[in-house]
């Protein structure tokens, strides 16, 4: 079953980068087109960017240009660099793969704040 760890929390003012990491474990963690998501308050958790395992990504049109989705399979690491971030960013962010494992294959990690305020 894969595991997903997400890190690099933070608070930061409109215009503000931030970069995110999720680590990935478990065998088949190398196999899986990877993917950020987001839930802000009162929403339903969306689909941010995805990369396939050769590295090909797609991002929602709200981040496109601003984010940039990547990985590291010897690490079985994904980050996420999110940069020029406004207020509606806002949200707890996590990783999975694309679409989310069932139960039985994976499941998601507590995610990480980001906050975009000033």
């Known amino acids: 079953q894969v595991q997903f760890v997400e890190s690099g929390r933070g608070l930061v003012q409109p215009g503000g980068s931030l970069r995110l990491s999720c680590a990935a474990s478990?065998?088949?963690?190398?196999?899986?087109?990877a993917a950020w998501y987001r839930q802000a308050p009162g929403k339903q958790r969306e689909l941010v960017a995805s990369?396939?395992?050769?590295?090909?990504?797609d991002y929602a049109d709200s981040v496109k240009g601003r984010f940039t989705i990547s990985r590291d399979n010897a690490k079985n690491t994904v980050y996420l660099q999110m940069n020029r971030l406004k207020p509606e960013d806002t949200a707890v962010y996590y990783c999975?793969?694309?679409?989310?494992?069932?139960?039985?294959?994976?499941?998601w990690g507590q995610g990480t704040q980001v906050t975009v305020s000033s």
């Open positions: 478990g065998s088949t963690a190398r196999l899986i087109t």
């Open positions: 999975n793969a694309d679409p989310p494992l069932i139960p039985a294959f994976g499941s």
């Open positions: 990369i396939t395992r050769e590295g090909g990504t």
